[in-house]
């Protein structure tokens, strides 16, 4: 049989070491240690070379996730669990680290899908099964994620699992000053107000582009007297997002130069969201309207209501 045991300070890398954090659709880190024993619970000394089979190419990984602190205790998230990349799992057997044939240190790029509906946030507890190709498997299990009072895996640690999106705000302002276009990431909070998105203020993580294509505008979306090329990306906010914000500077198109247009933020897959509102069609990049110009009112004026 196999012993699994995460490595303590290694167990769960998540994707945002400063929240931490992983949204959900990311990948997250798993590393653990994977001894072979013998029928007496020692480690198998010859489990090496050729007699290793539980590798890239031989046997396999299996996993499963739980939020223990949701829907009575246990939510199994298991159908969402999966291993991700050309070569998910990294074996590392009689590693110089270990000292000892037989004793492997194992690596696993792990990601939890998005479902087809907003929900969490999750703090997963990740398992994990060792299979090889003779059919050995694992023993001491210490994880039951369908609360049937069995356990089903061995518990690797926690990742808090966010479902992102990316807004971007509207912005309006004179035809003769820059604009300031904001964008700030947002998750699914199923516990505020009955669910709804919140600002994810612990995402200082996330890299984006300030140029073309990741963040452009939509040349078909101009309106009024406003034409392209008329206002440009100036400057935006630092490459990585701030307290889980940033921001876009649209050059001063001109005093006659009135109008809107679309900016479109290429945004990465797990900060898309479904803004079209049709669960057929693809999550979307966000977008934003920024409107040069418009009827300012009189500033002696604070309301009117007709009768």
């Known amino acids: 049989h196999f012993i699994i045991a995460p490595q303590a ?12 954090f992983t949204y ?9 240690r994977v001894t072979a024993e013998n029928v007496n619970s020692q480690t198998t000394q010859n489990y090496t070379g050729e007699f290793i089979r539980l590798n890239a190419s031989l046997g396999g990984m299996t996993f499963g996730g739980v939020d223990k602190t949701v829907v009575a205790g246990a939510l199994d998230l298991s159908s969402r669990v999966s291993a991700v990349g050309a070569t998910p799992t990294v ?5 110089a680290s270990v000292g000892s044939p037989g004793v492997g240190e194992l690596q696993t790029t792990i990601m939890l899908n998005r479902a087809a509906v907003a929900d969490g946030p999750y ?8 299979l090889d190709e003779d059919g050995v498997g694992t023993a001491a299990l210490d994880l039951d994620v369908n609360a049937d009072a069995a356990d089903d895996y061995v518990d690797l640690g926690v990742s808090v699992q966010r479902y992102g999106r990316v807004l971007v705000e509207n912005a309006l302002g004179p035809p003769e000053r820059t604009l300031t276009v904001p964008f700030i990431a947002q998750y699914y909070n199923s516990l505020v107000g009955g669910g709804r998105f919140v600002p994810n203020v612990l ?28 206002t440009v990306i100036t400057n935006a906010s630092s490459a990585a997002y701030i307290s889980g914000g940033g921001s876009v500077v649209l050059s001063a198109p001109g005093t006659s130069n009135t109008g809107s247009v679309q900016l479109r933020f290429s945004a990465p897959p797990y900060l898309r969201f479904d803004w079209d509102n049709d669960s057929l069609t693809p999550d979307q990049i966000p977008f934003g309207t920024a409107t040069f110009g418009g009827y300012r009112g009189n500033d002696r004026i604070i309301y009117r209501q007709s009768r």
């Open 24 to 32: 959900m659709d990311l990948e997250f880190i798993a590393a653990y």
């Open 123 to 130: 703090a997963v507890t990740a398992g994990v099964l060792a």
């Open 91 to 95: 074996f590392n057997w009689g590693a």
């Open 9 to 20: 300070a290694l167990a769960v890398t998540e994707a945002c070491l400063n929240g931490p």
């Open 203 to 230: 995402d200082n993580c996330t890299l984006y582009q300030s140029t073309a294509p990741d963040v452009d505008f939509g040349l078909d979306n101009y309106t009024g007297a406003l034409s392209v090329g008329e």
